[in-house]
């Protein structure tokens, strides 16, 4: 495949829209953060794209950007496709898969195997303890599960994990290749776009967007969705990338955490909070994100060569860098607002929302 040549094509005029005011507070004045930006991530997208940072909210989003009509184009190489395989290939993995179980056994009363009881006391002393909350998406430890539904679940790898630990899963994905594979979990899945889930109101108890509304012509409308179909009290769970992170500051127009044209908003912690409020959500709450700066980084420099950021033959970081991106990740256990990704809960409350 000749990426240049792709980059070189244009999208098809009539198939951009503009964007005349921020997606997240309307402000209509704004700042070119970065011009002439193209797909380095999957090589599929045709086009070259402008970024425009909001001075009130914080926010950033393309302008022009595909319609919701064509915007498919952009994910004609997409990763969500494909069956999981996180077997553990070597001796070293089997050890940490089994601690991680065992945490979890704990944590959740499951009985994932294989597992390791010394994992309950040793995953909590461990930096793998952010990966594997993270993993699980911080689902609540007290109380018996109920019905939760991960919209945007691609191959429904954590639908799989969630229904080990006792919850009765659902998934919304607009992809069909990736629906068919999802439903081989056994879990309730719909093929559906966001904010057009089709999903039942008030019947979850919990939902999760993870790297999902970055991808969102309105993430606004599609909230307020989310709190739709959340039962009074539910709560939701997103992660996205952090426009203040440590590796976009590194990095700049070939930070991984843009990839154009399929991030159409990217957040701050304001511009998240702002858009969470106005759909109605409250109790906010930032949970820690994964100690995950060496893979942002290892990603953005291979994207500064024009490599696959994905190629594990391509460039790796060089010691200078991966004690920068040590220090990143260890800055932000002091400082959440510049970790690499933004990862959140909020509730729906009691009362209906408007």
Known sequence: MDHNNIQLQPWPKEALERV???PICGEVDRTLLYNGLVDKVFFCAPGQWSLYSCPTCGCAYLDPRPTPATIAKAYSAYYTHEEADDVPRSRFGLIKRSLRNGYLNARYQARLRPTWGMGRWMTPLLPQKRWVDEGVRHLPTSGRPGVLVDIGCGNGQFLRTAMQLGWEAWGVDLDPKAVETAKKTGATVIQGGFPDTGLPSGRFDIVTLSHVIEHVHDPLAALREASRVLKPGGRIWLATPNLESFGHARFGSNWRGLEPPRHLVLFTGHSIEKVMINAGFTNLEYKPCPMQASGYYQNSLRI????????????????????EALIADLRAVANPSQSEAIVMTAIRPNANIG
Do not use: K, V
């Open 20 to 22: 005349e005011s921020c």
């Open 304 to 323: 500064s060569r024009g490599e696959d950021p994905f190629n594990d033959g391509a460039s790796t970081l060089p010691l200078a860098l991966r004690l």
